[in-house]
């Protein structure tokens, strides 16, 4: 079958550096995803991965490793906004998206 | 402005009234997509489409109907909705990346 792990909950600092692990089990595995949703919104789109390596985008990059098959978020720079869950998803090569159950971002002042 | 558009935003049915959820997108999209949120489970994936008369099952698709006759709107159906498919029910669509833009939801209650 197919299933995401990422950690419930991570709390950090103002102004430090966070990292949200997900490893995933998947067949025909296509790329990973990460979301953002604050309550009561939407999710949002942040990064997507294909290839093995890091992608950048401002404060905030995705790491895939397919051998592993573990990726992460890397939050920098944390501000109070960045409170929210952060969801990895899998795409398949049947076109099926599979969310991970999110991470809680706790944000201390 | 480029959006995917719900409605209802918040609907309170009783057990076994048909109630249909539409789902609408600007961005000439083809690839949308329905999902539930429940505490706890993250999102689900119910039903997607790749195109027009083209549909597929998601993880959770029991209790649901889905239809694409046209590529901006892919309605989702409940035929005799239950409790157990109260919710928060989101609606996506994507193009050829994996960059989905969701819907702002609907809150569904099923008494």
């Known amino acids: 079958g197919q299933s995401l792990e990422q950690p419930s909950e991570v709390t950090a600092v103002e102004g430090a550096i966070v990292q949200i692990n997900c490893t995933y089990q998947?067949?025909?595995?296509?790329?990973l995803s990460w979301y953002q949703q604050h309550d009561g919104g939407a999710p949002t789109f942040l990064s997507y991965?294909?290839?093995?390596g890091l992608e950048e985008t401002g404060r905030f990059s995705s790491f895939l490793s397919r051998s592993d098959s573990y990726g992460y978020l890397l939050l920098q720079e944390l501000q109070m906004k960045d409170s929210a869950s952060y969801f990895c998803?899998?795409?398949?090569?049947?076109?099926?998206?599979?969310f991970g159950k999110g991470t809680r971002l706790h944000i201390l002042p | 402005e480029a959006q995917v558009t719900q409605n209802p935003r918040y609907l309170i049915t009783v057990t076994g009234k048909k109630l249909t959820v539409t789902c609408s997108q600007n961005?000439?999209?083809?690839?949308m997509s329905w999902y539930r949120q429940d505490p706890g489970l993250g999102l689900r994936q119910i039903y997607y489409s790749m195109n027009v008369e083209v549909t597929d099952k998601g993880d959770v698709p029991e209790g649901y109907k889905v239809s694409r006759k046209e590529k901006r709107n892919f309605p989702l159906i409940l035929e005799s909705p239950s409790p157990n498919q109260t919710s928060l029910y989101f609606c996506?669509?994507?193009?050829?990346?994996?960059?989905?833009?969701f819907g702002p939801g609907t809150r569904l209650t099923v008494l």
């Open positions: 961005m000439n999209h083809e690839y």
């Open positions: 998803a899998v795409s398949n090569r049947d076109d099926k998206i599979i």
């Open positions: 998947t067949s025909g595995f296509y790329g």
């Open positions: 991965n294909a290839l093995d």
């Open positions: 996506a669509s994507r193009a050829n990346t994996d960059t989905q833009y």
